[in-house]
């Protein structure tokens, strides 16, 4: 007697094999059935929690073929440690080194014009800063920056980084970086009228910066434009909290961050 398959579907009606892909810390993947799209922060009992860009934790079954990576359907699976997965990155898109010790503080420095402006490099780079030795100090106005650097004394072993608000060509800040550029001084600047531009819109939720007429405070004006109280403190402290990478800033601020870094950190 012949023995027959149970099973009588045809093998071309059957749903081809998929990947299993661990669900390790910071994967980013799309859940078929809804679209949401995020990364894992969370996997636990037969669970993965993704956070999407804009910070909104979501709770999906780890379901066969139930997610999209990099376009491809995927069985997500619980991590081979049964544990969370460590970062492989750090939030400014470097490579992670996990257990790594803060390097004794070099000689250089970086300065960043404004405390906004230091509190969103420390947020993206902190960790980077931290292996390499460099420290970030920040600059109450671009006025006293001559001062400080004279008396900071730069010399080859002991770089100086300036990054500061707003630097466009025929401005008051770009005479002040030309009177103390040199060798060992290296000032750069993004176009923003302040840091809080170098945020992706998209990455609050909103669809573009608002226009603030001249001779309204830039700050207090986009908040009123946006309906949110005018406490700037606390504007401020809502869009610090929106940015987890490097991927919610514009690309004007990365790279002229990471020139700083490579130019206060080169042999």
Not at 73 to 99: K, N
Request: hydrophobic content about 40%; charged content about 25%.
């Amino acid at each position: 007697m012949r023995s027959y398959n149970p099973d009588l579907t045809p093998s071309w009606k059957k749903p081809k094999p998929v990947p299993e892909v661990p669900a390790d810390r910071d994967l980013v993947v799309e859940e078929v059935a809804t679209g949401f799209c995020g990364a894992v922060i969370r996997c636990e009992a037969g669970t993965v929690t993704l956070e999407d860009r804009f910070g909104k934790h979501r709770v999906f079954p780890m379901e066969p073929r139930g997610f999209l990576l990099e376009g491809r359907v995927v069985t997500l699976v619980r991590p081979a440690t049964g544990g969370p997965a460590r970062p492989t990155r750090t939030a400014s898109g470097s490579v992670a080194v996990p257990g790594a010790r803060a390097r004794v503080a070099r000689a250089g420095r970086i300065y960043v014009e404004g405390r906004h402006d230091a509190e969103l490099v420390e947020r993206v780079w902190g960790d980077d800063l931290r292996i390499e030795g460099v420290v970030v100090e920040y600059l109450e106005g671009v006025d006293d920056l001559p001062a400080i650097v004279a008396e900071f004394g730069p010399a080859p072993d002991a770089r100086l980084g300036v990054l500061v608000d707003h630097l466009v060509p025929g401005s008051k800040e770009s005479r002040i970086a030309a009177q103390v550029t040199s060798p060992d001084v290296l000032v750069v600047g993004h176009p923003y009228i302040d840091v809080w531009e170098a945020v992706k819109p998209s990455s609050l939720g909103i669809p573009a910066w608002p226009t603030v007429p001249r001779g309204q405070d830039w700050k207090t004006g986009v908040c009123r434009a946006l309906g949110w109280p005018e406490n700037t403190g606390a504007a401020w402290q809502h869009i610090l909290s929106r940015v987890t990478s490097y991927k919610d800033l514009e690309p004007a601020l990365l790279g002229r961050v990471e020139e700083l870094i490579d130019f206060v950190t080169a042999p």
